[in-house]
């Protein structure tokens, strides 16, 4: 939701080519990068790409900072130096901070996450793509909605990480 109310989403647009011209200016007020990706259902499945990616970056970035944390290392240093290099990424820019502060107002709620990755699974599934690193994650975020965690961000798969070492970043 703070992507739509920014402005600055990423939108997939499956459809016609027609279709697409004709509601243009409500993507314009709701996205920065608009991409029609081809014909009717391409969107559903490029934004299940999307959010496979999202979630795994998120799970690094939580093994990240529980091991680092963990091992004695300040976790703000360890943001410091990942976004200077090739881990850099939109997770740490946008929430890297949050995570630190335990922060998880939901932006992206871990539910609805949670049900995106079901998505990619039967996608998946249907063309025969294993995805094995994110049925993983999807039972990292089942575990956390069973403890009362769907609503909070989807930044929040740190505390799954966090309980599972019993050590809090």
């Keep these: ?29 709701l996205g920065k990068t608009i991409v029609h990706v081809g014909k009717s259902g391409a969107g559903q499945v ?19 900072l ?9 976790p703000a240093k360890i943001l410091e130096v990942l976004g200077g290099g ?6 740490m820019e946008l929430r890297g901070e949050s995570m630190l502060a335990h922060d998880f107002t939901p932006g992206g709620r871990m539910r609805l996450h949670h049900k995106d ?3 990619a699974l039967e996608l ?3 063309y025969g793509v294993p995805l094995p690193v ?6 990292m975020f089942a575990s956390l909605e069973v403890h009362g965690r769907g609503d909070l961000d989807h930044s929040a798969l740190l505390t799954y990480l966090e309980d599972l070492t019993a050590h809090r970043v």
């Design 1 to 29: 939701d703070r992507g739509a109310i920014a402005g600055t989403l990423s939108i997939m647009v499956g459809g016609g080519e027609a279709a697409f011209d004709h509601c243009a200016p409500i993507f314009q007020a």
């Design 46 to 64: 490029v934004k299940a790409c999307n959010q496979i990616v999202v979630a795994l970056v998120i799970e690094a970035v939580s093994e990240a």
């Design 66 to 74: 529980v091991l680092g944390s963990k091992a004695g290392v300040e």
């Design 86 to 91: 090739l881990a850099a990424n939109r997770v």
């Design 117 to 119: 990755l079901g998505f």
């Design 124 to 126: 998946g599934r249907k």
């Design 134 to 139: 994110t049925a993983l994650v999807d039972q």
